[in-house]
C-alpha cells in the first residue's frame, strides 16, 4: 500500500476530529475529536518513518501516544469535575472558570 493513501486517510481522519472540536458543544465529543486529531498525526508519522525508512517517526508516534495518554487522564478528570458540578458537560458552561 503507497504511503500516499495513509496520508489520505490521515487527512481525513483529521478533519473529522477537527470538525468535531469545531462543530459540537459536548465535551466528551470535542475530546474524542482531539484523539482522533492525534491519531491522525501518528498515522502520517508512521507512514513516512515507513516510507524513509528510519525509526524516527515511530518514536515520535509513540511520545505523541503517551501526551495523548496523560490529555486523558488530567482531561476526563476535568470533565467528571465539572459535570459533578454542573450536571452537564457543555463546552458553553464553564466559561465562569476564566480569571
Known sequence: MSPVN???LASVLFAIGAAAVLLR??????????????NAANLTLVAFSRMIGE???QIMAFFVMVVAAA??????????????ARQGISLDEPSELKG
Open 71 to 84: 490529555e486523558v487522564v488530567v482531561g476526563l478528570a476535568i470533565i467528571i469535575a465539572v459535570f459533578r
Open 55 to 57: 525509526v524516527n517517526g
Open 6 to 8: 495513509f496520508v489520505y
Open 25 to 38: 458543544r459536548n465535551a466528551i465529543i470535542a475530546f474524542m475529536g482531539v484523539e482522533l486529531m492525534l
